[in-house]
C-alpha cells in the first residue's frame, strides 16, 4: 500500500471556498490560506438555542504501541455519513511539530481516511502554534522585566514564578534552564525551563475560549507567581492579556480543511491531553455544530483521559453533550493488554485477546456513567483474523453495546459505512441524559477521588505533601469550585504505566497539585508528567526531505 503522505499528495482537493459552501459559509466570508486552508469567522457561530447538530465524540481504549486510530477512524465516520447523504463535519486538533520531527509522526489521519493538505497541516499550518508560543513567551519577558524594575515593580519573588517558556520542537536540554546571568542589566538569575507549545496553558485558554472577550479575561487570570508578602501575582497584574490577546486575533479563528474525499475537516488548536484537555477549541466544535448535521471530534489518548475531560470540563464550559461516544479498539491493542508481547501481536491469539478485553469493558462501562450510549469502532488491521474480530464482536454484544469493524484507513468511507449506521441508529432512537462524573462544587478531594474511583478503578488516594499544600492554597485563592484536569499516564487506567489491561484496588497518588486559573482547572498530577518531550535515537526528521520543486517526501 502506498505511505500517507503518497496517498495525500495524489488527492484532488476541491476548492476551499467549495468545502466552505456545503457549511453554508460564503466564500466572502472566508479567509484563504492559499487554495486549500481557510479561517473562520466567528459570525457562523450560532446561539446554542440555535444549534441542532448531532455530536459525537471518538475516544479509545488505554493506547498501547500497538496503536489505536482514533483520528483515522473519525476522518473515516465523517467520510462514511456524507456517503450516507449525511452533512458531517470532522473537528479536530493541529498537530505539533515536537511528535511530527520526534517518533510519533504527523497527525491527520492514516491511509484513505486524512485531512488534506497533509503537508501543511503537520507543518506551521496556518500559525495558530507560533502564536500561542508568542503569546505564551511575551508573558514571560513581561514576568522577567517586572523583576529586573525598581520603578512599578510587583515584588514578585522570583522562587514562585512558575510561568516558564515554550517553544514547539522536541529539545531535552531546554527543560530545565537558568536564565539572568552575565551581570545585573541582564536580568534577575533563577532557574526556569522550557515546555513545548501544546504544553502551554495558553493553548488550553485558547481552546477553552467562547470569543475574544473571554479569551482575554481568561488570559488575564493566569497566575504567575506570588510577592514576597504571599500575594498572588496574575498576568493581568503585568497589563499583558491586551497585548497577548491581540496576537491571538488570527489564532482564534478556527482553521477549515478537508478530508481525502472533500469532508468539511475543521482543525483547530492543540492541546496535551494528560496535563490539559486533549481536545480541540469549543468554538471550532460549536461553529461545526452551527453548520452541520452531524459533527463528529475526538479526544486525546483513551477514554479516561481525553473522553473523561471531554465530558466533565468541555461539554460543561461549552453547555454541549455528545449523542453518542465511539470507543476505538483494535485487536492487536487488545492482545497487548492480554500480556502478548509487541513482536507476536501479528499472530492470532483469541486467548490473549480474552484477557486484555477487560479494558475495554473498562472504557464501556465509563461511558454508560455519564448516561451515555457507546459504540465500538474496531479498526481493522490486515493482520487481525476473523475469529479474532469475531471475539469482539461477540463480547461486545454480551454487553449490549453496537460494534463495527472499521475499515477506514484501507478503504476510506466505504469501509466505515456499517459504523457510521450504527452511529446514526444511536443518535436517531437512544436519548442521552448527560451527566457529569462531579459537581463542580465538591470539595477538590471529593473530585479528584470520584474520578479515581469511578473512572480509573482506585482504591483509594494518596496525597504527597506538595499536593496537600497546593491544596489550601487553591481554598485559600478561592478557586476550589473550578473542574479538575487529571494527569497521569496514558498508558494505563492507574498511575503505573506498567499496569496494562484492567487494574484494580490500587492506590493513586497525587504527587503535586497545579493552579491553571486562566484555562480555569485544577491539574492533579500523578507521577512524572513530560511537558518537554526529548528526540529518539533515530528521529522522524532524518527521513523528511524537500526537493528543488518543493516536493516533500518522508512525512507521516
Known amino acids: 500500500m502506498k505511505t500517507d503522505i503518497e496517498i495525500a499528495q495524489e488527492a484532488k482537493m476541491k476548492h476551499i471556498t467549495e468545502i466552505g459552501a456545503m457549511m453554508g459559509i460564503s466564500s466572502d466570508d472566508l479567509e484563504l490560506y492559499g487554495k486549500y486552508k481557510a479561517k473562520i ?3 457562523y457561530l450560532k446561539p446554542d438555542d440555535q444549534i441542532v447538530s448531532k455530536l459525537i465524540l471518538v475516544s479509545a481504549i488505554s493506547p498501547t504501541p500497538a496503536g489505536e486510530g482514533k483520528t483515522t477512524v473519525s476522518i473515516g465516520l465523517a467520510q462514511a455519513l456524507n456517503r450516507l447523504n449525511k452533512q458531517a463535519t470532522v473537528v479536530l486538533r493541529e498537530p505539533s511539530l515536537g511528535p511530527v520531527f520526534g517518533i510519533k509522526g504527523g497527525a491527520a489521519g492514516g491511509g484513505y481516511s486524512q ?4 503537508e501543511d497541516i503537520n507543518l506551521h499550518f496556518t500559525g495558530d502554534f507560533s502564536a500561542v508560543e508568542k503569546a505564551h513567551n ?3 519577558a513581561l514576568i522577567d522585566n517586572n523583576l529586573q524594575m525598581t520603578e512599578g515593580s510587583l515584588n514578585m519573588d522570583p522562587r514562585t514564578v512558575t510561568w516558564k517558556r515554550v517553544m ?8 530545565k534552564i537558568v536564565i539572568g546571568l552575565g551581570g545585573t542589566t541582564m536580568g534577575v538569575p533563577r532557574e526556569t525551563g522550557f515546555d513545548i507549545t501544546a504544553a502551554s496553558e495558553i493553548m488550553a485558554i485558547l481552546c477553552l475560549s467562547k470569543d475574544r472577550e473571554d479569551l482575554k479575561r481568561r488570559l488575564g487570570n493566569i497566575l504567575v507567581g506570588f510577592t514576597f508578602e504571599k500575594k498572588p501575582v496574575y498576568a493581568r497584574d503585568l497589563k499583558a492579556e491586551g497585548a497577548m ?4 486575533k488570527d489564532a482564534i479563528l478556527p482553521n477549515l480543511v478537508q478530508t481525502l474525499e472533500g469532508t468539511p475537516a475543521i482543525v483547530h488548536g492543540g492541546p496535551f491531553a494528560n496535563i490539559a484537555q486533549g481536545t480541540n477549541t469549543i468554538i471550532a466544535t460549536k461553529i461545526a455544530m452551527s ?3 452531524y459533527t463528529i471530534t475526538e479526544a486525546g489518548f483513551g477514554f479516561d483521559l481525553g473522553g473523561e475531560k471531554f465530558l466533565d470540563i468541555k461539554c460543561r464550559e461549552a453547555n454541549i453533550a455528545p449523542n453518542a461516544v465511539v470507543i476505538v479498539a483494535t485487536v492487536r491493542a487488545l492482545k497487548y493488554h492480554g500480556g502478548a508481547k509487541l513482536a507476536d501481536l501479528k499472530q492470532e491469539d483469541v486467548e490473549a485477546l480474552s484477557k486484555g478485553i477487560v479494558n475495554l469493558e473498562k472504557h464501556l462501562e465509563n461511558v454508560k456513567k455519564f448516561n451515555l450510549t457507546p459504540v465500538v469502532a474496531i479498526n481493522k488491521f490486515d493482520t487481525d483474523s476473523e475469529a479474532e474480530l469475531k471475539f469482539i464482536v461477540d ?11 472499521s ?3 484501507a478503504k476510506g468511507g466505504a469501509g466505515v459505512e456499517q459504523l457510521a449506521k450504527l452511529v446514526m441508529e444511536v443518535t436517531d432512537h437512544c436519548c442521552p441524559q448527560f451527566k457529569p462524573i462531579y459537581d463542580t462544587d465538591w470539595t477538590v478531594e471529593s473530585k479528584i477521588e470520584t474520578i479515581a474511583r469511578e473512572i480509573y478503578g482506585a482504591k483509594s488516594v494518596v496525597y504527597m505533601p506538595a499536593a496537600r499544600q497546593a491544596i489550601k492554597r487553591i481554598y485559600d485563592l478561592g478557586l476550589d469550585q473550578l473542574p479538575i484536569c487529571m494527569a497521569k499516564t496514558q498508558k494505563s487506567l492507574s498511575d503505573n504505566a506498567s499496569l496494562i489491561g484492567r487494574p484494580k484496588d490500587f492506590v493513586l497518588t497525587v504527587r503535586e497539585i497545579e493552579i491553571a486559573a486562566g484555562a480555569e482547572f485544577i491539574v492533579a498530577i500523578t507521577g512524572d508528567m513530560m511537558r518537554m518531550p526529548g528526540l529518539p535515537n533515530h528521529p522522524s526528521s532524518e527521513k523528511i526531505d524537500i526537493d528543488n520543486a518543493g516536493h516533500i517526501s518522508g512525512l507521516f
Open 407 to 409: 475499515e477506514g484507513f
Open 245 to 248: 490577546a491581540a496576537l491571538l
Open 138 to 140: 511575551l508573558l514571560a
Open 291 to 293: 453548520n452541520s448535521e
Open 115 to 118: 485531512v488534506v493538505p497533509m
Open 168 to 175: 514547539d520542537m522536541n529539545d531535552r536540554a531546554l527543560r
Open 41 to 43: 469567522p466567528l459570525t
Open 395 to 405: 463480547f461486545c454484544a454480551e454487553q449490549g453495546v453496537r460494534a463495527a469493524v
